[in-house]
């Protein structure tokens, strides 16, 4: 049995890498296509007076089509499969319109988005994956090689010419069962890439404009240590599913990054995608002990309020942890607590700024610690009370973190989405996936071009101030008079133009802030960057 797999703007999926890397280990042959790079664009248009709109998923040509539909003409397989987030839904209904229009060969979606809305993707397809896909889609490609008709497999939903058999869900794998599996794989074999009508196959650059893969010259590692996560944010597929944390041994974890760096010595830094790296302390303790030991390279891992053990941060520090993202969402504790269903309040919020800022005093050879602090923006039930104790919040924070707002984004049947139809703040269009137009939240910067009206006015004023309370030289008394007196309210460009010149100030003044950037420079070789036309991200 033959078997595609493609991922659907990302050309380095973990997931789909990891379902390539199970079936040909259970002797599946099996075709990875990355369709389409991931892409950032900052969000341009007003949609309503409370979402913003991006539609940067949806730029499937007729050329793209046609040439994925040759690629999986040349493997001529049993069984298509399609890994799909919900803001991907139009693309991969227009994908797999294509495909049936040429092949017989079944389709099966996994994934976010049918994992989350099955009943919403089963219509459009002949199998849906819910939840975990390892054995699932290997139980059905070896079904449909024996001529069955693969309707009681658990975990996948089946659309017999519009019957639909739900089968149930089966346990999730247990850790023990991790450290069986065979690491998601970066090599070259059976791999392409699709963007602008064109095979890429010198061109595999992803997330921050560079691949993740152990082909010699790129020099990132991507993996995930444990999955699922003991949280359960309104906003987040965790909350919806029994998606409880499992983690890998460390030996496993150092297995594979040993062999990692071995297939590519020229290895500069890992990503660990982890939802909450610092979970479970002894396993932290034993890792980072093996970790420096071992791989002894800069890595980047997500941290979390409630997780922040001074011993785990310190030894992951010094370990070769460089650079870390935190979710605070929203700096008012009612915000986060009734409509997040975040419990940390504003203090421990503070406490863990400042611990994980303390780590820049643990030496470290790269020198620099960056500390990226994730808030949601433009969410209509933030008013001006709640923005006021979150920039107050804010001002307390030691300085030199990066500030990242994110849209509000609506992800079908998750929990914020059906509390916000019900009150009837947005409408079932506002949800990811059901206009060509898909939601998505990307990073939001400050947009000259909108037209500002009362609410979304009031978020860019704070969005610009929050912004200005990252710098140093930027004091607080001034930005707490801005806020007072409503300073450039009605000049948000001129306060743009103030941030935006507190930046250039701040690189001249403390250029020992900015040794990151030189770093950066080295993970990823300015040769690499020179050669494929990329800087810091592919734009
Ligand atoms: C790591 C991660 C990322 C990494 C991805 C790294 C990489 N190169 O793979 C980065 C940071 C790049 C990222 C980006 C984004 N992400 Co993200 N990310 C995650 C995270 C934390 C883990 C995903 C993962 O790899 N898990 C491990 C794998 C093994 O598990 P899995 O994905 O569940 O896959 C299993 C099954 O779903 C199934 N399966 C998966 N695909 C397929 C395909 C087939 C054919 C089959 C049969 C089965 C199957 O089998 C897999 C193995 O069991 C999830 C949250 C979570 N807890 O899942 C969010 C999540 C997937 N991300 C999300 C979002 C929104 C995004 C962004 C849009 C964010 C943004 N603002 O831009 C972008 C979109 C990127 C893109 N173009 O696709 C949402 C998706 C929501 C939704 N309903 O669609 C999630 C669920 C978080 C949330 N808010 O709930 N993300
Ligand atoms: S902490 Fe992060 S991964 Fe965990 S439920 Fe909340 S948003 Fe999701």
Not at 148 to 177: Q, Y
Not at 393 to 411: C, E, G, R, T, V
Not at 420 to 432: H, K, M, P
């Amino acid at each position: 049995m033959k078997v595609v797999l493609i991922a659907l703007f990302q050309y380095d999926s973990y997931a789909i890498r990891l379902l390539f890397s199970y079936l040909r280990a259970s002797g599946v042959d099996v075709t990875y296509i990355g369709f389409k790079r991931m892409k950032h664009k900052v969000t341009k248009t007003l949609k309503n007076e409370f979402l913003e709109m991006n539609d940067f998923h949806n730029d499937v040509s007729d050329e793209d089509i046609a040439l994925l539909l040759d690629e999986i003409g040349k493997v001529d397989p049993g069984l298509i499969g399609i890994g799909l987030q919900s803001n991907h839904l139009p693309a991969a209904r227009k994908i797999t319109q294509a495909i049936r229009s040429r092949f017989t060969a079944p389709v099966v979606w996994g994934g976010a988005h049918p994992t989350v809305d099955p009943e919403g993707c089963i219509p459009h397809t002949d199998y849906v994956c819910v939840g975990e896909g390892l054995d699932p889609i290997l139980e059905l490609a070896q079904a449909l090689s024996r001529g069955e008709a693969a309707t009681s497999i658990k975990n996948i939903w089946a659309n017999c010419g519009g019957t639909v058999v739900r089968n149930a869900t089966r346990p999730l794998l247990r850790d023990v069962e991790l450290d069986r599996l065979p690491f998601a794989s970066y090599d070259g074999e059976n791999k392409v890439y699709i963007e602008d009508g064109e095979l890429q196959a010198e061109r595999n650059f992803d997330y921050f404009g560079y691949g993740f893969t152990d082909d010699p010259g790129k020099s990132v590692h991507q993996t995930m240590t444990a999955f699922g996560c003991p949280m359960e944010c309104t906003f987040c597929l965790n909350a919806l599913t029994d998606n409880h944390l499992r983690r890998r041994s460390v030996s496993n974890v150092i297995a594979e990054l040993l062999e990692a760096k071995r297939r590519n010595p020229g290895l500069r830094m890992v990503f660990f995608w982890d939802n909450i790296f610092q979970v479970n302390k002894a396993w932290c303790l034993e890792f980072a002990k093996e970790y420096k030991e071992k791989i002894d390279l800069p890595f980047f891992a997500y941290t979390h309020p409630f997780y922040v053990d001074e011993e785990v941060l310190a030894a992951l520090r010094r370990a070769g942890w460089i650079f870390t993202v935190m979710g605070i969402q929203s700096g008012s504790r009612h915000i986060r607590k009734e409509i997040y269903g975040r419990n940390e309040t504003n203090e421990q919020v503070l406490k863990a700024v400042r611990r994980l800022a303390a780590l820049r005093k643990i030496k470290n050879p790269t020198g620099f610690f960056r500390i990226y602090l994730d808030y949601v923006k433009d969410n209509p039930l933030e008013m001006e009370p709640e923005l006021h104790e979150g920039l107050d919040l804010m001002l307390q924070f030691p300085k030199n973190f990066i500030y990242q707002a994110f849209n509000l984004s609506f992800f079908p049947n998750y929990v914020i989405t059906k509390v916000y139809l019900e009150r009837g703040l947005i409408t079932a269009d506002d949800v990811a996936g059901r206009n060509t137009a898909s939601g998505s939240n990307w990073i939001t910067t400050f947009d000259k071009r909108k037209e500002y009206k009362g609410f979304l006015r009031l978020h860019e004023f704070y969005y610009l101030l929050g912004s200005l309370a990252q710098f140093r030289i930027f004091p607080n008394s001034i930005i707490r008079q801005i806020e007072k007196k409503r300073l450039f309210y009605n000049r948000l460009r001129l306060l743009n133009w103030i941030c935006k010149t507190v930046r250039v100030i701040d690189l001249y003044t403390a250029p020992l802030n900015y040794v990151w950037l030189i770093a950066l420079l080295f993970i990823v070789s300015p040769r690499m960057k020179l050669k494929h036309g990329t800087w810091l991200r592919h734009k």
